[in-house]
């Protein structure tokens, strides 16, 4: 076989490939960005670390909602191509450089980004009737500690706990409990936001507008007006078609390790691995 032939037989073989990987690539799904404070604070201050970075995927192609925690801890180069850790970026940086970074290593396109005051969100839980989960001991006793104990809704004990929103939200903010760390406290926020989802499947449309309208107070955007409805309708769908909830998280196991940054402790990441696992998660059911 003529080997100007053979190199034309691989070159079409290859092509064959690429075309077949475009062809199968999730198109139908958009990313935006939730950002949460660090911090009691009742109002949004603009040079906030953001230890709660939540990429949420609506998917209308296979039905779903994809929720994917990234570490406050994940080492990251910053926009100057410096390493940084990712609850920096947004103090440093704001929505454009915090946005850029996370499309840069996940090779996504980002629609917008929302910087949430989670003080906020309580009301949100309480509106929808709170949330039930169960609790260990570790968890309990970080619950008591955050809010001193002062609270008349506070659990008894380890167990299955109705929480309230303000209860919820000490759930969702521990960090010392255990051997969790962070992939714990990450994991927590995921199991509230994951009820929630549900109670919402019982939502009109106007009840999820007026939900937004509860916390846009409390928060900041790089969404025009269309943007946001837009989304509103797209996740009203989603919802009304029993969409599935599917939890992500970055690093994923085995694909990080220990290291530190100046004086601080940081997740150092593989992110080319973890690119290739949430490109897989998107492009199959």
């Not at 906030?48 to 995927?57: C, F, P």
């Not at 009737?129 to 002062?150: H, M, P, Q, S, W």
């Not at 919802?239 to 940054?261: C, M, W």
Request: aromatic share 8%; hydrophobic share 40%; proline share 4%.
């Amino acid at each position: 076989m003529p080997k100007r032939f053979l190199a034309a037989l691989v070159a079409a073989l290859c092509l064959l490939c690429a075309v077949q990987a475009i062809a199968e690539e999730n198109t139908q799904v958009k990313h935006y960005l939730l950002l949460g404070e660090d911090g009691y604070a009742e109002e949004i201050t603009d040079d906030a670390r953001t230890d709660t970075i939540v990429l949420v995927s609506l998917d209308e192609k296979y039905n779903r909602v994809i929720m994917t925690s990234v570490l406050r801890d994940s080492q990251i180069n910053n926009p100057k191509g410096n390493p940084t850790k990712a609850n920096l970026l947004y103090k440093y940086y704001g929505f454009e450089g915090v946005t850029a970074c996370l499309e840069r290593e996940l090779d996504i396109q980002i629609e917008g980004a929302v910087l949430v005051n989670f003080e906020n969100v309580k009301p949100v839980i309480d509106a929808l009737g709170g949330v039930d989960i169960e609790i260990d001991t570790n968890e309990y006793i970080a619950i008591r500690n955050i809010l001193l104990g002062k609270d008349p809704n506070m659990p008894d004990g380890p167990g299955l706990v109705h929480m309230t929103g303000r209860i919820a939200l000490a759930y969702m903010r521990a960090r010392a409990t255990g051997q969790g760390g962070d992939f714990g406290r990450t994991e927590r926020q995921r199991k509230v936001v994951s009820q929630l989802f549900d109670k919402c499947r019982d939502l009109s449309l106007p009840e999820l507008v007026d939900i937004y309208n509860q916390i846009s107070s409390g928060l900041l955007m790089d969404l025009s007006v269309m943007d946001i409805l837009k989304a509103l309708y797209s996740g009203f769908d989603l919802v009304k078609n029993d969409a599935d909830f599917v939890e992500f998280r970055i690093p994923q196991d085995g694909t990080h390790s220990y290291g530190t940054l100046g004086s601080s402790s940081v997740l150092s990441v593989r992110w080319d691995t973890n690119r290739t696992r949430f490109h897989e998660l998107l492009d199959n059911p």
